[in-house]
């Protein structure tokens, strides 16, 4: 027993210093304080906010007023941090209070409206008066208020619209939702930033424009048609109203005219006198367009008639004169007149666009422009007329020219036309109404053979012929043909080489030359124009020249004018050879 005893003391003895040197752990330093500091973490930040604030709500109350609106916000907003934030208001007029609560803040111009210069951690509401101008329609025919504003960035915008005594209807302009609750008033939603408007109308009353003195202006048109058996006018009158109301439109006629027809939106006209009076559908405010039919006997000299309203503050005059039947209109006094601008001519109405004849301004009402006619009957030289004489010549350096003519012709009884043409000319076509002709050959003239018949036939001869350009400083004489039968109106064309400047002797003979007249399929009325037709068969189908192409650096030159003669003298030019270059270092 005591042995056992002994051997357990020895074996604890021996087991003791042993698991003493378990329990020790050694490590270094760096390690250690690597795991003291995992074992004691420092406490995590809190994560910033998406944005520095949230505009929640921005609740309107408009008044709207005689001159302004009051207007009067409430905002409820948070902010995350304790800076100073920028919130922007869109715009609202001019702000003349704010209520900040427990923020901190003020009201600032920004860059695009105004803008809440506001600090303080946490929730908020802001309210802010402003007013805004009314605008109001001087020219409606009902009571009418504008008013509007830009809303801020909030996620809900509404409001409450509250009108002025008498206003029956209010309309929102853009993505504005709008109703009107049975308590009164207009209530109203809208996007986030949207510019909100109203229109608010009331009943109707007479603007205050109509309630000054009548002042209006006037722009006239006449288009003056002229045959053996009477003289027709086709009148056209504009008013434009500036202020007051238009009652009757009076206007004196033209001397020795009769009134026929009135068109337009008028309930009644009459003559009194000499003088038209017109009476609208309901008194005018804006514009008031009728259209006139005058009759007087036929005369051999006449005025261009013109159309003057009576009290017109300013009447723009356009006027036009043609003749129907076998005679000649011409121009024997241009008086005060121009040929009109676009703006002036750009509301005439399709039946004084679709009328013959050149359109005039009249500057002057006592100075129009003066017609006079020379009639056909019994004269043997208009047996035969030539309404148009377009001649076309296209002149080269070698001092060669290509040179067309085209004749518009109405026969009453001649069997031929004749042509006397420049010297030296080289014949190389005829064609009459499209079919090829062989003129008779007599001299230098050539006889072209006519139908008889009162619908125009179209007369055309190309060739060549000798025409130099002066060298240096010169004149240019372009020769015309002499005809058997005079020729109401001549027009000309030159293509001529470019490096020199070309001028028109006579400047009044500039002018724009249309295009060639155009033929049509006629079947030949006598036996005489049959014979001379080239393969009568074959000419069914007849072919229209054209007019001389310009080639580059070519000049072109047109004049036009009206006549009466049968022999028309050149066209002269004065032309010169361009300056040398100066060349210089």
Same mark, same amino acid.
């Given at each position: 027993?005591?042995?056992?005893?002994?051997?357990?003391?020895?074996?604890?003895?021996?087991?003791? +210093?042993?698991?003493?040197?378990?329990?020790?752990?050694?490590?270094?330093?760096?390690?250690?304080?690597?795991?003291?500091?995992?074992?004691?973490?420092?406490?995590?930040?809190?994560?910033?906010?998406?944005?520095?604030?949230?505009?929640?709500?921005?609740?309107?109350?408009?008044?709207?007023?005689?001159?302004?609106?009051?207007?009067?916000?409430? @905002?409820?907003?948070?902010?995350?941090?304790?800076?100073?934030?920028?919130?922007?208001?869109?715009?609202?007029?001019?702000?003349?209070?704010?209520?900040?609560?427990?923020?901190?803040?003020?009201?600032?111009?920004?860059?695009?409206?105004?803008?809440?210069?506001?600090?303080?951690?946490?929730?908020?509401?802001?309210?802010?008066?402003?007013?805004?101008?009314?605008?109001?329609?001087?020219?409606?025919?009902?009571?009418?208020?504008?008013?509007?504003?830009?809303?801020?960035?909030?996620?809900? &915008?509404?409001?409450?619209?509250?009108? +002025?005594?008498?206003?029956?209807?209010?309309?929102?302009?853009?993505?504005?939702?709008?109703?009107?609750?049975?308590?009164?008033?207009?209530?109203?939603?809208?996007?986030?930033?949207?510019?909100?408007?109203?229109?608010?109308?009331?009943?109707?009353?007479?603007?205050?424009?109509?309630?000054?003195?009548?002042?209006?202006?006037?722009?006239?048109?006449?288009?003056?048609?002229?045959?053996?058996?009477?003289?027709?006018?086709?009148?056209?009158?504009? &008013?434009?109203?500036?202020?007051?109301?238009?009652?009757? @439109?009076?206007?004196?006629?033209?001397?020795?005219?009769?009134?026929?027809?009135?068109?337009?939106?008028?309930?009644?006209?009459?003559?009194?006198?000499?003088?038209?009076?017109?009476?609208?559908?309901?008194? &005018?405010?804006?514009?008031?367009?009728?259209?006139?039919?005058?009759?007087?006997?036929?005369?051999?000299?006449?005025?261009?008639?013109?159309?003057?309203?009576?009290?017109?503050?300013?009447?723009?005059?356009?006027?036009?004169?043609?003749?129907?039947?076998?005679?000649?209109?011409?121009?024997?006094?241009?008086?005060?007149?121009?040929?009109?601008?676009?703006?002036?001519?750009?509301?005439?109405?399709?039946?004084?666009?679709?009328?013959?004849?050149?359109?005039?301004?009249?500057?002057?009402?006592?100075?129009?422009?003066?017609?006079?006619?020379?009639?056909?009957?019994?004269?043997?030289?208009?047996?035969?007329?030539?309404?148009?004489?377009?001649?076309?010549?296209?002149?080269?350096?070698?001092?060669?020219?290509?040179?067309?003519?085209?004749?518009?012709?109405?026969?009453?009884?001649?069997?031929?036309?004749?042509?006397?043409?420049?010297?030296?000319?080289?014949?190389?076509?005829?064609?009459?109404?499209?079919?090829?002709?062989?003129?008779?050959?007599?001299?230098?003239?050539?006889?072209?053979?006519?139908?008889?018949?009162?619908?125009?036939?179209?007369?055309?001869?190309?060739?060549?012929?000798?025409?130099?350009?002066?060298?240096?400083?010169?004149?240019?004489?372009?020769?015309?043909?002499?005809?058997?039968?005079?020729?109401?109106?001549?027009?000309?064309?030159?293509?001529?080489?470019?490096?020199?400047?070309?001028?028109?002797?006579?400047?009044?003979?500039?002018?724009?030359?249309?295009?060639?007249?155009?033929?049509?399929?006629?079947?030949?009325?006598?036996?005489?124009?049959?014979?001379?037709?080239?393969?009568?068969?074959?000419?069914?189908?007849?072919?229209?020249?054209?007019?001389?192409?310009?080639? +580059?650096?070519?000049?072109?030159?047109?004049?036009?004018?009206?006549?009466?003669?049968?022999?028309?003298?050149?066209?002269?030019?004065?032309?010169?050879?361009?300056?040398?270059?100066?060349?210089?270092?």
């Amino acid at each position: 027993m005591f042995q056992i005893s002994k051997w357990l003391s020895i074996a604890l003895l021996a087991v003791q +210093p042993m698991a003493a040197a378990a329990q020790q752990v050694t490590l270094p330093l760096t390690q250690y304080e690597e795991l003291r500091s995992r074992a004691n973490p420092a406490p995590e930040e809190p994560a910033a906010p998406p944005a520095p604030f949230a505009l929640e709500l921005a609740d309107f109350e408009v008044k709207v007023g005689a001159e302004s609106a009051r207007v009067l916000q409430t @905002l409820r907003f948070t902010l995350y941090d304790d800076q100073w934030q920028k919130v922007p208001l869109g715009e609202a007029g001019s702000f003349i209070r704010a209520e900040f609560g427990d923020a901190e803040g003020r009201v600032d111009a920004a860059e695009k409206g105004w803008a809440l210069q506001v600090r303080g951690r946490g929730r908020h509401e802001v309210t802010l008066e402003s007013v805004v101008p009314v605008t109001r329609d001087e020219t409606a025919t009902r009571l009418t208020w504008r008013v509007g504003l830009k809303a801020p960035p909030a996620a809900v &915008v509404r409001g409450r619209l509250e009108a +002025p005594a008498g206003v029956e209807d209010v309309v929102a302009e853009g993505p504005v939702v709008i109703d009107r609750p049975a308590d009164g008033g207009w209530r109203f939603a809208a996007p986030p930033g949207a510019d909100v408007r109203w229109t608010l109308s009331g009943k109707a009353v007479i603007p205050r424009r109509a309630q000054l003195p009548l002042r209006f202006e006037a722009t006239t048109a006449t288009a003056a048609m002229l045959t053996h058996t009477r003289f027709k006018v086709l009148g056209w009158v504009e &008013v434009r109203v500036a202020q007051g109301q238009l009652e009757k @439109l009076r206007m004196p006629m033209p001397s020795a005219m009769k009134v026929v027809a009135v068109r337009g939106p008028v309930t009644d006209w009459k003559v009194e006198g000499e003088t038209l009076v017109v009476t609208p559908l309901a008194p &005018v405010e804006d514009s008031l367009a009728v259209e006139l039919e005058l009759t007087g006997e036929p005369r051999d000299r006449f005025a261009t008639p013109l159309l003057i309203p009576e009290g017109s503050a300013r009447t723009t005059l356009l006027a036009k004169a043609f003749l129907q039947g076998d005679g000649i209109l011409e121009l024997s006094e241009q008086g005060a007149s121009r040929a009109p601008e676009p703006r002036e001519a750009a509301r005439l109405p399709e039946s004084i666009r679709a009328a013959e004849g050149r359109l005039f301004a009249v500057s002057d009402a006592a100075r129009p422009p003066q017609w006079t006619v020379t009639w056909a009957a019994q004269t043997e030289m208009l047996a035969a007329q030539i309404d148009r004489l377009l001649v076309d010549v296209a002149v080269g350096e070698a001092g060669r020219a290509s040179y067309q003519l085209w004749a518009e012709v109405r026969n009453r009884g001649s069997q031929q036309l004749s042509f006397t043409l420049p010297a030296g000319f080289e014949l190389v076509e005829a064609r009459r109404d499209g079919a090829p002709v062989a003129p008779g050959v007599a001299g230098s003239s050539l006889a072209v053979p006519l139908l008889t018949q009162e619908a125009p036939q179209v007369v055309h001869l190309l060739g060549v012929v000798s025409l130099g350009l002066p060298e240096g400083k010169g004149a240019l004489d372009v020769p015309l043909p002499a005809l058997s039968a005079p020729a109401a109106r001549i027009e000309v064309r030159l293509i001529l080489p470019a490096g020199r400047s070309y001028q028109l002797v006579d400047p009044s003979r500039a002018g724009s030359v249309g295009s060639p007249p155009q033929t049509a399929v006629r079947q030949a009325a006598n036996a005489m124009a049959q014979q001379v037709a080239w393969a009568p068969g074959a000419a069914a189908t007849p072919a229209n020249a054209t007019l001389f192409p310009c080639p +580059p650096g070519f000049v072109q030159v047109g004049a036009a004018w009206s006549a009466l003669s049968a022999n028309p003298s050149a066209l002269s030019l004065r032309t010169e050879a361009g300056k040398e270059k100066v060349e210089w270092f």
